[in-house]
């Protein structure tokens, strides 16, 4: 029992570090987008980082944060540490951008075809 309590308050601990790195990269943004001094496609960059950043808060607020959304496991640490915006664990992500990949190669297919391209 002590141990598993020890774990939670780890994953809690890392959860109060991530809303604050989330926070601060969200300042950061905004202030870069006030500005408006970078080109078009690094502002719009920034805009869906921010709007990362507040799925991402939103998950924490809800208690979900660091829960695949497709197989409701917990996302690895270092998982989130190199990607605070994940919502699925390393073999759903894959899963989801394979089958990703074949519908946007199959709609590619369906426009040539069709004499789109």
């Known amino acids: 029992m002590g141990i598993r309590r020890s ?15 989330l926070l601060l990269k969200e300042q950061t943004l905004q202030l870069r987008l006030n500005g408006q001094t970078d080109d078009e496609r690094t502002l719009e960059m920034a805009r869906r980082e921010i709007e990362n950043i507040h799925a991402t808060q939103a998950r924490i607020r809800k208690g ?12 690895s640490r270092g998982q989130l540490s190199a990607s605070p915006y994940a919502e699925r ?29």
């Open 7 to 21: 774990e939670v308050g780890r994953r809690e601990a890392f959860i109060v570090d991530m809303k604050e790195q």
């Open 64 to 75: 979900v944060y660091g829960i695949c959304t497709d197989c409701q496991e917990e996302i």
């Open 89 to 117: 664990c390393y073999p759903c992500q894959n899963d989801f951008d394979r089958e990703r990949k074949m519908q946007l190669t199959q709609a590619i297919q369906h426009g040539s075809q069709n004499g789109i391209m």
